[in-house]
C-alpha cells in the first residue's frame, strides 16, 4: 500500500485547509484510514481516524476537524477549519489494512504517507 498525502500550506489562525491522502490498493473501501501530526520536538500524535463508517477524534481537534473517505476515488480527506498556531506540524496518512476497528496509536498502522507540512500563523 503506498500512500501520498497532499494539501498543506500557510494559512492564517482561523483559517481553513484540506488534506487529501491517495492510497494505492484494490480493497481501499477496507483500509482502517488514520490522520496523525508531529509538530517540531514532539512525538506524533493521533487527529482522526475512519473506518468503514466509524470515525474517532483526538480531543483537541473535535469540532473543528473533519475525516471522510471517498472510496470511488481511494482517497481520505482532513477537512481542517478554525486553525489555531498549535495546529502547526507535519500531518501524515497512515493506513491499517488488517482490522476493521479504529485505531488512535502511530505503531498500530502498517503503512504511512510521506507528510504534508501545515503552518498556521498567528
Known amino acids: 500500500v503506498q500512500l501520498q498525502a497532499s494539501g498543506g500550506g500557510l494559512v492564517q489562525a482561523g483559517g481553513s485547509l484540506r488534506l487529501s491522502c491517495a492510497a494505492s490498493?484494490?480493497?481501499?473501501?477496507?483500509?482502517?484510514m488514520g490522520w496523525f501530526r508531529q509538530a517540531p520536538g514532539k512525538e506524533r500524535e493521533f487527529v482522526a481516524a475512519?473506518?468503514?463508517?466509524?470515525?474517532k477524534y483526538a480531543d483537541s481537534v473535535k469540532g473543528r476537524i473533519t475525516i471522510s473517505r471517498d472510496n470511488a476515488k481511494n482517497t481520505v480527506y482532513l477537512q481542517m477549519n478554525s486553525l489555531k498556531p498549535e495546529d502547526t506540524a507535519v500531518y501524515y496518512c497512515?493506513?491499517?489494512?488488517?482490522?476493521?476497528?479504529?485505531?488512535?496509536?502511530?505503531?498500530?498502522?502498517?503503512?504511512w504517507g510521506q507528510g504534508t507540512q501545515v503552518t498556521v500563523s498567528s
Open positions: 497512515a493506513a491499517n489494512t488488517r482490522t476493521y476497528r479504529v485505531l488512535d496509536k502511530p505503531n498500530e498502522y502498517d503503512y
Open positions: 490498493g484494490r480493497t481501499f473501501s477496507s483500509y482502517v
Open positions: 475512519i473506518s468503514l463508517s466509524i470515525t
